[in-house]
């Protein structure tokens, strides 16, 4: 079963805009993770939000973090083409040391 | 050290034979895992270790799977008997105790049963 969920699955836009993808998850977590993953390729860690943590920045990225609602989301401004990809919200449930990931959501960035 | 290394990155093979892949884990990591990728999916946890020590499995993975990672370093994953279902990206990550960096991927092994 899978722990965490990206919404939308798919989302296509202008290179220069801004792209916002959402992650909701079930239970408890000790800290929250957002991966790319260009095609065919393996994962790339991209930013962790600890559990007490409300928000981070990482250059062009924004992760924000609810745990009330639990749910995230991860910001990127002024997108480029080059950040087409699929992005994963990945969840260690709490008492875990495993990441459990959502489906992904698939960005596409034209120019 | 340049990250995780997953070898091969292609592996074609024939229903009902055996096939192994290895991943080198960043050397200084002691967490390894073993995640299964198919289209369209996220990848879904298959097994990890802590040092040589198998510390979790998942229920998808049956009794045709097996992972080894003798002495903490590199660590091999054996299927045997593949069936068509077992097609699929496998992928290997490594961290340091309790991920506080994150985990970092391998590049991953594709694997076509045929």
């Known amino acids: 079963s899978q722990q965490g969920e990206e919404d939308p699955q798919a989302l296509s836009i202008q290179e220069g805009e801004n792209a916002t993808m959402n992650c909701s998850y079930k239970?408890?977590?000790?800290?929250l993770q957002w991966y790319r993953q260009n095609s065919g390729r393996g994962l790339v860690h991209l930013i962790l939000i600890r559990s007490n943590e409300r928000e981070k920045h990482s250059g062009r990225l924004r992760v924000t973090l609810d745990t009330s609602k639990k749910s995230s989301s991860l910001l990127i401004t002024a997108s480029r083409a080059a950040d087409t990809a699929s992005y994963f919200c990945a969840t260690e449930p709490g008492g875990s040391y495993i990441p459990t990931f959502g489906r992904g959501t698939s960005l596409i960035v034209h120019p | 050290d340049t990250g995780v290394s997953q070898d091969p990155r292609h592996k074609i093979t024939k229903r009902g034979q055996n096939v192994t892949f290895r991943c080198d884990p960043i050397s200084e990591h002691n967490r390894l895992y073993w995640y299964r990728q198919t289209l369209g999916q996220g990848p879904e946890f298959l097994t990890y270790?802590?040092?040589?020590?198998?510390?979790?499995k998942s229920r998808l993975l049956s009794d045709r799977f097996s992972a080894e990672r003798p002495k903490g370093s590199f660590s091999t994953l054996e299927i045997q008997r593949t069936e068509q279902g077992d097609s699929a990206m496998y992928l290997c990550?490594?961290?340091?105790?309790?991920?506080?960096?994150?985990?970092?991927f391998g590049s991953g092994t594709r694997l076509t049963v045929v």
């Open positions: 239970t408890s977590i000790n800290n």
């Open positions: 270790f802590q040092n040589e020590a198998q510390l979790e």
């Open positions: 990550a490594s961290s340091l105790a309790q991920g506080r960096d994150g985990y970092t």
